[in-house]
């Protein structure tokens, strides 16, 4: 059966990602600390910079790591996690994830510039721009996964519309422990989830706690 999942970087404090991002550093200037103990990992190296060397970090992370691609039929995405808030009058732009991004599956991305032109990348993904209501991407996403599940990659608004729709089957936290104190805020306004979904916590190496919602 299909489920929607999530996978989101925190702080200790509840940001999920900073302020001010620009063309250059779309995910905002802290998003290296958020993150760092993810890209570290062996499967990460691997599936985002093509290293097939097979350094990197193993342990819990990569545990996580791994299960992050394991399973996905298709993909939902806002459209700053797609890039289109870089270079937004550029047509010829197909997104900050290079030639060949790692989905592997359908991405839908949610957009108020939508109706533009799917765009096919090497390796299975395939872009699809859509500007619609997040329940009726969902359906379509749902349809396109075949069975597998759909993963909602962020960012952290798009997320966030689909938990206050009650549509997550499995919300995973990474919670660095670091401190930002700016940025935007995950958790207003969801409280109760743990009423909905069991909680669990595990620790990793690195210090990162991963925390699971599972319906």
């Not at 299909?2 to 900073?18: E, H, K, M, N, P």
């Not at 997550?168 to 104190?181: K, T, Y």
């Amino acid at each position: 059966m299909t489920r929607v999942r999530i996978d989101l970087f925190l702080s200790l404090d509840g940001y999920a990602a900073t302020a001010e991002p620009t063309p250059d550093n779309p995910m905002g200037e802290d998003w290296g600390r958020l993150t760092a103990a993810y890209a570290e990992t062996r499967t990460f190296r691997k599936m985002v910079f093509g290293d097939t060397s097979g350094t990197g970090t193993t342990g819990i992370d990569e545990s996580y790591a791994a299960a992050f691609f394991e399973g996905v039929g298709a993909e939902v995405m806002g459209a700053a996690m797609f890039g289109l808030h870089s270079f937004p009058d550029d047509p010829d732009w197909k997104g900050w994830w290079g030639d060949r991004p790692p989905f592997g599956t359908p991405v839908y991305v949610l957009t108020h510039t939508a109706p533009r032109p799917s765009i096919p990348m090497e390796g299975g993904t395939t872009f699809h721009f859509r500007n619609v209501a997040v329940d009726e991407v969902l359906a379509e996403a749902t349809d396109a996964a075949g069975g597998l599940d759909v993963r909602v990659g962020g960012g952290i608004r798009t997320a966030r519309e689909f938990l206050l729709a009650g549509l997550v089957d499995h919300l995973h936290l990474m919670i660095a422990p670091i401190i930002l104190g700016r940025g935007t805020r995950f958790w207003d306004d969801l409280d109760g989830l743990e009423l909905t979904h069991k909680v669990t916590t595990e620790v990793a190496e690195s210090g990162t706690v991963h925390v699971n919602f599972t319906r």
